[in-house]
């Protein structure tokens, strides 16, 4: 049985059109998964209608067998789907030591708390060097550190990353990449949206191509680049983007 199910998802913002249009897809436990596909293809709506931000439009959400799609952002939370989006939603003028512990809110036990916290400063040492430094004055790698730790202190059964290298030098962002790599050794259940396909196919185990709201190609990460369709999708299109209207109306060549 699959962790997350989606079946025939669509999705959009306010009065729009749908974004997604018909999406099933499975995310099994402890494997890694990355969406690929162009802009505007609804790899983030994805994750936003996944995580609550978004409400389904028709079919369903499910995660561990229940149904999901529509709840509230914070109860979806609680059953263990968190949402890393790509403005990392960090508080700014707290520190991160104060970051952190919102990230650990719904967790009591005052040494429960403290364990995770360590296990973060592992993966992050950074963070513990800065403990009592405001977020909002940190560099974007060591934001982008941060806003993991703080996922990781809910102890996440799902794991949702949106674009974590965007805006990152890529000395920096090859350290976010290994750290996602480390993540998917020790089976976390990832779902992964990144700009970089190469590098978000080498962190993952399966790959999901979106295109104009719908999946198109899934196949495992160190294949999906062999599939031939992509190669016409892609080229294809990029063909068309070139065509030039001629004097008389017609098309270019």
Known sequence: MALLQLQDVNSGYGYGPDILNGVSLDVEAGKA???????????????????????????????????????????????????????????????????????????????????????????????????????????????????????????????????PSLGLAPQIAEQIFEIIRRLADLDMTLL??????????????????LDLGELRIEAPSDQILDDPRIRELYLGRQREATRQPTPGGGEGS
Do not use: H
Request: overall charge negative; charged content about 25%; proline content about 5%.
């Open 33 to 163: 998964y990355c969406i690929i596909g162009p802009n505007g293809a609804g790899k983030s709506t994805l994750l936003k209608t996944v995580a609550g931000l978004l409400k389904p439009r028709k079919g369903q959400v499910l995660f561990d067998d229940a149904a999901i799609g529509g709840r509230r952002p914070d109860l979806i939370l609680a059953a263990g789907v968190c949402y890393v989006p790509q403005d990392r939603s960090l508080f700014p003028e707290m520190s991160v030591r104060e970051n952190l512990v919102m990230g650990a809110f719904l967790e009591t036990d005052k040494e429960v708390v403290k364990e995770r916290m360590d296990r973060v400063f592992e993966m992050f040492p950074v963070l513990e060097d800065r403990l009592n430094q405001r977020a909002g004055t940190m560099s974007g790698g060591e934001q982008q550190m941060l806003a993991l730790g703080r996922a990781l202190m809910i102890e996440p059964r799902l794991l949702m990353i949106d674009e």
């Open 192 to 209: 992964l949206v990144e700009q970089n396909v190469l590098k978000g196919l080498d962190c993952t185990d399966w790959a999901f191509l």
